[in-house]
């Protein structure tokens, strides 16, 4: 049983660079989300989903973009990304919205 | 605008001495309220949400609104307990949104 699978788990990219973090979920998840964990600030909340098709904002949203066009995958894109995106990056996702949140492995994203 | 916070980045204690990982939260409504925890080289998982009332590897927590605070407790603290401690907050647009973290260090 996969649970929530992020690819990839490491990468190293260049000042306006562009990537795509992609997240799997295998458990028919209604509710999925982006999170940065940097040191002494937590998880902050980059953008979300309540369902196919549908984006939400969350605190940090500014420079990146997602899409969920399919129900099981949600994407997050750095379209240029910038020293001040280095981070560790997880996704997660939620059969409800008040269901337990199951959370992928995380992805070390470097920007030099 | 909903917050959550954890004033202490890291609380020792020794095996055996009671804990309290604190948390307050800022919200107009009524929140659904989460801890979360992060073992060493795992997963973040849940560990409790108020709405159940549980006890959780022998760890409770009450949410109190009128503090609103959500404090996470265990009388007797176990080295295994040490791990990074998340709270969170979900509020009625199905934002999940966490604090900063508290590391839990257990010493024997």
């Known amino acids: 049983n996969a649970g929530v699978t992020q690819t990839p788990k490491f990468r190293v990219l260049k000042t306006g660079q562009s990537m795509t973090l992609l997240c799997a979920q295998d458990?028919?998840?209604?509710?999925m989300y982006w999170y940065r964990q940097d040191p002494g600030m937590g998880l902050r909340l980059i953008h979300y989903?309540?369902?196919?098709?549908?984006?939400a904002k969350g605190e940090v949203p500014d420079g990146y973009n997602v899409s969920r066009l399919k129900k099981q995958n949600f994407l997050l894109g750095l379209e240029s990304a910038a020293p001040s995106q280095t981070s560790v990056y997880f996704c997660?996702?939620?059969?409800?919205?008040?269901?337990?949140?199951?959370f992928g492995q995380g992805t070390r994203l470097t920007v030099v | 605008a909903q917050r959550v916070t954890q004033p202490e980045k890291l609380l020792s204690v020794f095996k055996g001495a009671p804990v309290e990982l604190k948390c307050n939260y800022s919200?107009?409504?009524?929140?659904?309220l989460f801890w979360y925890v992060q073992y060493s080289r795992q997963r973040l998982q849940l560990l409790l949400r108020?709405?159940s009332r549980e006890s959780i590897k022998g760890f409770t927590a009450d949410l109190n609104k009128g503090e609103t605070s959500f404090h996470l407790k265990k009388p007797f603290a176990q080295e295994e307990d040490s791990a990074m401690y998340y709270c969170?907050?979900?509020?009625?647009?199905?934002?999940?949104?966490f604090g900063s973290g508290t590391r839990l260090l257990v010493r024997p």
């Open positions: 989903s309540v369902g196919e098709g549908t984006t």
């Open positions: 108020h709405i």
């Open positions: 969170a907050l979900m509020d009625s647009s199905y934002k999940l949104i």
């Open positions: 458990m028919n998840h209604e509710y």
């Open positions: 997660a996702s939620s059969y409800t919205g008040k269901a337990e949140a199951f």
């Open positions: 919200y107009s409504g009524s929140p659904e």
